[in-house]
């Protein structure tokens, strides 16, 4: 007795119901777009699925798309007449916090439901439970007012309806949350919404001012009475969440093109050398402006490297001299550090300058370095009296990760 004692409560805790939950993949691309540079705009990379696959052209011209969840809501005794389904969906915005798990930068995304279908399954053919002749007729009189294609208010029309003898596939907008109601005409022994299909929407953050990499977060609903989805006290759902799994994939671009023949810069006067070899004359400047074309999706930070005791100037070799060139940095409109233009912005040995961050996409805009010897420097070289040839190596580092 023991035995069979010990047996029978092991096959009742087995028995037991274990809370079900599903799980739906959120998926948005950023790339900068050369050919629209100010729509900094995460795209859903979602398949449609549930609705809009089944009718795309309906979906394109009201401007949403679907995805269809394998949950299923199953009535838990007959509706009777004039007995409404209430939906409810959750149509306000709510908040969700993503990280890029190589940074650990986190920013807040907000989702809002704005549609909701299914394909309902009656327990007899539409014509059967109204007494009418064609399934079209009996899914019209089945309701108070209409067939399901014609939404419950405060949910709107999305699009056709497509039906059989005995199941339909509606969807519906749902601009606010509050329950929307159909209403029966006749008796229902028993009715299962086979599928959930939604539709989203997404408030992401400006995706100029997010380092590359993919950000992920999720959300949590409840399904069921009471639930953030719910048909209504008698509708028993088959999960009791639904977590929706977000992924933004931020592809930023960092390009520097240098003409060609960029990478030697010779420093020199306006004019040349000829003028001070003719008639004496100091130069005012020694200095060459070097154009680059710059590529930004993101900001970014730049750093010099060079033979340098640090600061600002680097040094130059040759003939037994030695002298110094500064380096200053002018970036594209539309690229701002602190809030304002760059302009001849002055760079340092090994110290990263910036974040340098664009308002909107830069595709190949120029730029320029400039380089030059300070004017002290002027006066003590040519002083001497010697003819020599200087040379050095600038390093200009470019970097997204900041």
């Not at 009718?55 to 838990?76: A, G, H, K, Y």
């Not at 409810?88 to 890029?100: D, E, F």
């Not at 340092?348 to 004017?375: C, I, M, T």
Request: glycine share 10%.
């Amino acid at each position: 007795m023991k035995k069979s004692r010990y047996w029978l409560g092991l096959l009742a805790a087995l028995m037991v119901p274990s809370a079900q939950a599903a799980n739906q993949e959120i998926r948005a691309l950023f790339q900068p777009d050369p050919s629209q540079p100010n729509k900094n705009v995460f795209i859903n990379q979602t398949p449609n699925s549930g609705y809009c696959a089944i009718w795309p052209d309906q979906c394109v011209e009201n401007n949403m798309f679907s995805i269809q969840l394998p949950v299923r809501f199953e009535s838990t005794r007959p509706v009777g007449v004039h007995e409404g389904i209430p939906l409810k969906v959750p149509a306000n915005w709510r908040q969700l916090t993503i990280t890029n798990p190589q940074t650990q930068e986190t920013e807040t995304v907000e989702v809002r439901i704005t549609g909701i279908g299914s394909d309902f399954i009656l327990s007899d053919t539409a014509a059967n439970l109204t007494g009418e002749a064609t399934a079209l007729e009996g899914h019209h009189k089945l309701w108070t007012r209409g067939a399901w294609v014609y939404a419950a208010a405060p949910c709107q029309y999305s699009g056709v309806g497509g039906y059989t003898d005995s199941t339909y596939r509606f969807f519906w907008k749902t601009p606010v949350e509050a329950t929307c109601s159909k209403v029966a005409a006749f008796t229902i022994p028993s009715i299962a919404f086979n599928t959930l299909d939604i539709a989203y929407e997404l408030r992401t953050p400006n995706p100029l001012g997010m380092s590359s990499g993919i950000y992920t977060g999720s959300l949590t609903y409840t399904m069921g009475s009471g639930g953030d989805f719910s048909f209504g006290a008698y509708f028993q759902p088959d999960d009791s969440n639904l977590t929706l799994d977000f992924a933004l994939d931020v592809q930023h671009t960092l390009k520097v093109d240098v003409p060609p023949g960029g990478e030697k810069v010779v420093l020199e006067p306006e004019g040349g050398w000829q003028q001070w070899i003719d008639g004496g004359r100091k130069p005012a400047r020694i200095f060459r402006d070097q154009r680059f074309y710059l590529s930004a999706s993101s900001r970014f930070k730049v750093m010099m490297q060079c033979a340098s005791f640090g600061g600002e100037r680097c040094r130059m070799y040759g003939g037994g001299q030695v002298m110094d060139v500064t380096t200053r940095l002018t970036l594209p409109t539309g690229i701002t550090y602190s809030g304002s233009s760059v302009g001849r912005f002055p760079l340092r040995h090994n110290v990263w300058s910036g974040p340098f961050e664009p308002s909107q996409y830069v595709d190949r805009k120029a730029g320029a370095l400039h380089f030059e010897v300070p004017r002290d420097e002027i006066e003590r070289v040519l002083q001497t009296g010697q003819s020599a040839s200087l040379s050095g190596s600038i390093t200009i580092i470019w970097d997204s990760e900041v």
